[in-house]
């Protein structure tokens, strides 16, 4: 069963950084984009940065110019690099296919404190 384990979150204050990590059991990214979403309290879940097969990225506009979103799929594995963090980025953070999602892991919460 294919599973995804996102880590890396925790409790930063506004203008911090953090990296999160998102490990797959399987090589389950390699062909498809792969995308990093977040769910805040009582909001839907959004996509906020993905990263297509080629290597090529997108991000909501809330977050550009803060976020990169990397894959190395040696590893099975995407990263979201997270800079000028703002209260509002606090939310749990997964990570998962863009089509086609698996099953979602748990999620990794990120915290940020004024």
């Known amino acids: 069963q294919v599973q995804l384990v996102e880590s890396g979150g925790g409790l930063v204050q506004a203008g911090g950084s953090l990296r999160l990590s998102c490990a797959a059991s399987?090589?389950?990214?390699?062909?498809?984009?792969v995308g990093w979403y977040r769910q805040a309290p009582g909001k839907q879940r959004e996509l906020v940065a993905h990263?297509?097969?080629?290597?090529?990225?997108y991000y909501v506009d809330s977050v550009k110019g803060r976020f990169t979103i990397s894959r190395d799929n040696a590893k099975n594995t995407v990263y979201l690099q997270m800079s000028s963090l703002k209260l509002e980025d606090t939310a749990v953070y997964y990570c998962?296919?863009?089509?086609?999602?698996?099953?979602w892991g748990q999620g990794t919460q990120v915290t940020v404190s004024s």
């Open positions: 399987g090589s389950i990214f390699s062909i498809y984009a």
């Open positions: 998962n296919r863009v089509s086609v999602p698996v099953a």
């Open positions: 990263v297509t097969r080629a290597g090529n990225t």
